[in-house]
């Protein structure tokens, strides 16, 4: 019987709320070793994650999209909402101002191979796992599944 996301995630995964400081998760992040954190609001509701690659935006900074003038008008050869998007992510100083909103979920009865596949795809490094409430009740990151297959073994 194939396993499911059930029988191999992290139960009880550490949560962050959108009000809780940057400074504060990236502390988490770096103590715990882990590349991100689910967000929740005051229901335990997930409203995003924040992840290492977020957090690369205050390092890295924000390229200003490309443009062209013609005549005195400006036209913009990408979507300049994409830039104030960025640059409100690097500038942010909480994590909801820096997480990233509508993230991959899984439910607990998707298989892992189901899991791995979602997660190959989109290239991602974890999956919250909700309830059907939405609730987060645990996580499955790509280490929880390797660890799986080397169990298998």
């Not at 954190?37 to 999209?65: A, Q």
């Not at 899984?106 to 490094?125: C, F, N, T, W, Y």
């Amino acid at each position: 019987m194939p396993k499911t996301v059930a029988d191999v995630m992290s139960r009880e995964p550490i949560l962050a709320r959108p009000e809780m400081p940057l400074n504060e998760a990236i502390k988490i992040l770096a103590d715990r070793r882990i590349s991100g954190l689910p967000v929740v609001d005051e229901n335990d509701v997930l409203v995003g994650v924040i992840s290492e690659t977020d957090l690369m935006w205050r390092e890295t900074g924000v390229t200003p999209p490309a443009y062209i003038m013609v005549l005195d008008s400006v036209i913009y050869l990408e979507n300049p909402s994409r830039y104030e998007r960025d640059l409100h992510k690097a500038l942010g100083q909480t994590v909801g101002e820096a997480m990233s909103t509508e993230p991959v979920t899984i439910g607990p009865d998707k298989s892992v191979q189901e899991a791995a596949k979602l997660m190959h795809d989109r290239s991602i490094h974890r999956l919250p796992v909700l309830d059907t409430a939405g609730k987060v009740i645990g996580i499955l990151t790509r280490g929880d599944i390797i660890r799986s297959m080397a169990a298998e073994s």
